[in-house]
Each structure stands twice: as C-alpha cells, then as structure tokens.
Nanobody, 121 residues
Framework: VQLQASGGGLVQAGGSLRLSCAAS????????MAWFREGPGKEREFVAY????????YYVDSVKGRFTISRDDAKNTVYLQMNSLNPEDTAVYYC???????????????WGQGTLVTVSS
C-alpha cells in the first residue's frame, strides 16, 4: 500500500489542523494505521493508533484529549484531528500502516512521505 500524507502547515498556538493520509490499493481496510512524528533534533515517536475496525484507538499521553485519530475505509483515508496545538507539537508527521498492533517504528511496514506541522508561539 502507498501512503500520501497532507494537511500540514503553520498554525498559531491554540489552533487546530487536520492531517489526512490517503492510501492507494484495495487493501487499506486490512491495515492498522498510525501517526508518528519527528520533531527538530528528535527521534521519530508514536502519536496515535487506530485498528483496522476502528474499534480501538491509542494515543501517546502528550496528545490525549487534544488529538483524535479516525479512518474512512470507503475513502482509503486516515485522519488526525489536532486541537489545542502548542509549539512542542512542531514536527514532521508521518502516517504508517501495519498488520499488527504497535507503537514502535519497527512494527510498521508502509510509510507516507511526511507533512510538516509548525506551531508558532
């Protein structure tokens, strides 16, 4: 599956953005999906996860209550709604697909190209 992330941009602290990740192919619904991010000088870290049935979602503590992951299998798309953004959320955000559950980069087979989110103070 090929993934294409979009929706990044520059936003002021307290603002919102919605990231999208469009997948090619007919097998999108079989994959668990996640968002990761890589901040300046930091390693890539897990942000949010949604399983293939949208029945289970999981978030890193720092975004709980502010970010919401969702998916629309009819559109082969996964979303990340980000509210109450702060400068610490500045990063390149990547979507990824896996056949297993995990928060580790190594668990994910397919990756999008990344979309830059910059939050100004």
């Amino acid at each position: 599956v090929q993934l294409q992330a979009s929706g990044g941009g520059l936003v002021q602290a307290g603002g919102s953005l919605r990231l999208s990740c469009a997948a090619s192919g007919r097998t999108f619904s079989r994959y668990n999906m996640a968002w990761f991010r890589e901040g300046p000088g930091k390693e890539r870290e897990f942000v949010a996860y949604i399983n293939r049935y949208s029945a289970y979602k999981y978030y890193v503590d720092s975004v709980k209550g502010r970010f919401t992951i969702s998916r629309d299998d009819a559109k082969n798309t996964v979303y990340l709604q980000m509210n109450s953004l702060n400068p610490e959320d500045t990063a390149v955000y990547y979507c990824a697909a896996s056949e297993v559950f995990g928060v580790d980069v190594e668990k994910y087979t397919y990756w999008g190209q990344g979309t830059l989110v910059t939050v100004s103070s």
